[in-house]
């Protein structure tokens, strides 16, 4: 997939569908262990947490990885956007200090879209995805207040309760399996 094709944000969906689906594949084999006496349906249950934690945990790894894979992202710290951008710099931290958002880090991108956001896991390691467009003094009455309002969106979101969804989804599919099967 070319740049022209893939925009930053859609990587993220690209994880959630790839995870539901492998989470959904992973399913019919606990259900068969569940229906061979071989796992009781608790174990199946946290089995199936389990494998939705690391899905979890892995997201910010996937993410940097495909930022830098499809985008060529760079990863600048505040203090590097402070050099290109001060007045910008000084915005963000304002409002990661009012959100305590701590250790915010950006993920520059060469693109034509003008689609920010932003990700990380359980609030520690956050990371914005925005394109160079931003950094510049220029763009100011349009950077400033569509990065705070994706600030305020950060520090609200948690992608826990998108695989806490999937993790009823899948213990639901195993026991629609295991009735099915008797």
């Known amino acids: 997939m070319g740049k022209t094709s893939m925009r930053p944000s859609r990587i993220l969906k690209v994880y ?12 019919i084999p606990v259900a068969q262990a569940v229906q061979q006496n071989e796992l009781g349906a608790r174990g199946a249950a946290i089995l ?16 940097d990885w495909a930022e830098s ?3 060529k992202a760079r990863f600048l710290q505040l203090e590097e956007v402070a050099k ?11 409002q990661c200090e009012k959100l305590s958002i701590p ?6 991108v060469e693109t034509n879209s003008e ?13 914005m995805v925005l394109p160079t467009s931003f950094l510049t003094s220029e763009q100011k009455s349009r950077t400033i207040p569509s990065i705070e309002a994706e600030l305020t969106r950060f520090a609200s979101q948690d992608h826990t309760f998108v695989f806490l969804v ?7 599919l195993q026991h629609l399996l295991i009735a099915y099967a008797h």
């Open 166 to 172: 999937f993790t009823v989804l899948q213990v639901m």
């Open 115 to 127: 689609d920010i956001f932003s990700y990380g896991l359980w609030r520690s390691n956050p990371r």
């Open 16 to 27: 959630y569908s790839a995870t539901l689906i492998a989470g959904l594949l992973f399913t």
């Open 103 to 108: 250790g915010f880090r950006f993920a520059v």
């Open 84 to 94: 290109e951008n001060p007045e910008l710099a000084a915005v963000i931290t304002e």
């Open 69 to 71: 894979r499809y985008f």
């Open 48 to 63: 199936t947490l389990c494998w939705n934690v690391l899905f979890i945990m892995l997201l910010p790894l996937i993410m």
